[in-house]
């Protein structure tokens, strides 16, 4: 583990940029396309995100949003840990995690990044990222609110990879989980309202 004084700047950088392009395939505005729902950024919350993809009612697409969404986290940290170890992993993660995010393609306009970074866990720590998936799932279960589900195994994900991963893994998931946070601002402002869709339900544009 080479975090730190020793980092080879060069090869994070690289394993960034990677992630970056990697994480920036926009699956579910591709998947939408392909299922004949057009484009999914003029429906719902404009996001490119599998919860977006759902409202067209695209179920076979929706599902195949979270699954690449995911793979793609996760494919980024495999290849960085690959070619230059826990430095390339968690930057590349990171790469992947900014692009999905703020993808180039779309003038930096993505998804809010939940399935990607639960890709990324699931590459850095299993045991880690199905706690946090299965912590999504009963929030799901419970309340049917896909953006309460993401910021409560947001608040709580770190502390499951600091405990089975380390803190430099937890550090990462931290990052990971302010900028979902961060992103899902409009959401939290309906939740306080009440006005927050339920998953599946259509809504318009805003």
């Known amino acids: 583990?080479?975090?730190?004084?020793?980092?080879?700047?060069?090869?994070?950088?690289?394993?960034?940029?990677?992630?970056?392009l990697l994480g920036s395939i926009p699956f579910g505005l591709i998947f939408a396309w392909l299922a004949g729902a057009g484009d999914v950024r003029t429906i719902g919350s404009g996001s490119i995100g599998a919860t977006n993809v759902l409202r067209t009612g695209k179920y076979g697409a929706a599902a195949a949003t979270v699954l690449f969404d995911a793979a793609k986290g996760a494919v980024a940290v495999l290849l960085g840990?690959?070619?230059?170890g826990v430095d390339g992993a968690l930057f590349?993660?990171?790469?992947?995690f900014l692009g999905h995010l703020f993808?180039?393609?779309l003038a930096f306009k993505g998804g809010k990044g939940v399935a990607t970074a639960f890709g990324v866990l699931l590459a850095l720590s299993w045991p880690a990222a199905l706690l946090a998936g299965a912590?999504?799932?009963?929030?799901?279960?419970?309340?049917?609110?896909?953006?309460?589900?993401?910021l409560?195994?947001?608040?709580?994900?770190?502390?499951?990879?600091?405990?089975?991963?380390?803190?430099?893994?937890?550090i990462l998931t931290v990052i990971l989980a302010l900028a979902i946070i961060a992103v899902h601002r409009q959401n939290i402002a309906r939740l306080l309202r009440g006005e927050?869709?339920?998953?599946?339900e259509k809504k318009s544009a805003n």
């Open 135 to 150: 912590t999504w799932l009963t929030a799901a279960v419970i309340s049917r609110i896909s953006s309460l589900s993401a």
């Open 1 to 20: 583990m080479t975090f730190g004084m020793a980092m080879n700047w060069q090869a994070c950088g690289i394993s960034l940029a990677g992630g970056y």
């Open 92 to 96: 590349a993660g990171l790469g992947a």
């Open 103 to 105: 993808p180039v393609w």
């Open 81 to 84: 840990q690959k070619l230059y």
């Open 152 to 170: 409560i195994t947001a608040a709580l994900a770190p502390l499951y990879m600091y405990f089975i991963a380390g803190p430099l893994y937890a």
């Open 196 to 200: 927050e869709p339920r998953i599946g």
